[in-house]
């Protein structure tokens, strides 16, 4: 199976720059993966969409404003730092820019001093693992100091930082929202339950590899990221009994997807898990746990595309992505929805 397989023509005018005011204005595209076939509704008629005995599946997870713009102590060089994830207390791995120059022992400032990262060793993909110095508390500081981690794709600056997080989001540690989830608001979930849907949580912790373009010709050489997730055992005994009761297993978003196959693909049955995940799932591979699916629109030739087609279908996928260019769809983070069920 080719990358150029999952490419689709997209005009950059049709890239959400910024969110719409109401996140359930957002338009919505129905896919039914069996047939192809495709409506056009706004977010706030999912209610309509969803069935008494459905349970959605939500990733609670809440982006770091992971981000920090400084300086190099003593040459005073700018640095930018891109905080991936923590890996003891005050050391983290990160990406520099520029990070060629960034040898273990190199020191740098951030705001006012307020707090000070060492380079403690250079470690996968050139990224590094830093320690970092400070007084007070650090979730504190970075919230003062931090800038939202937008994707490339965004050049338009966020003036609530809210906005890219879900009205949902409780566990820190994101580096990318999960972006599926930015449609809803508390009164829409509150619809939602009230028609007898049940919801529950997973937390996958986004990485920057949610970004990272596939560059091999042949999607099997590609080497997936890693993600740290957690399925809760009220979570995992939900899906148990929706699955025993007919209901439909409902995920938001790509992340959401990946915790629950990562853990069903061991055993149909799903406990309570915590780890680590590097899934990659495209057409041929089978789904264990999820019957529909709430995503955004995806970039081309990325690995998120590729889990949209493995579950859609390639040609429906590809055949709704272009009829959504056709109309005007908002695409990617800030962009419309599609519900495939």
Known sequence: MKRQDFYYDLPPEL?????LKDRTTSRLMCLDKNTGETQHKHFYDIVDMLNPGDCLILNDTKVIPARLYGVKEGSGGHIEFLLLHKHKLDEWEVILKPGRKAKPGARFVFGNGELVAEVLEVINDGNRLVKFHYDGVFEEILDKLGEMPLPHYIT????DKDRYQTVYAKNSGSAAAPTAGLHFTDELLSKIKEKGVKI????LHVGLGTFRPVKADDILEHKMHSEFYVLPDETAQLVNETKKNGGRVISVGTTATRTLE????KNPVLKEETGWTD???YPGKEFHVIDALITNFHLPESTLIMLVSALAGRENVLAAYEEAVKEKYRFFSFGDAMFIQ
């Open 15 to 19: 890239i959400a720059q910024e969110p």
């Open 156 to 159: 338009k600056k966020l003036e």
């Open 200 to 203: 529950g949580y997973v937390t």
């Open 262 to 265: 990562t853990v069903g693909a």
């Open 279 to 281: 899934i990659f799932i």
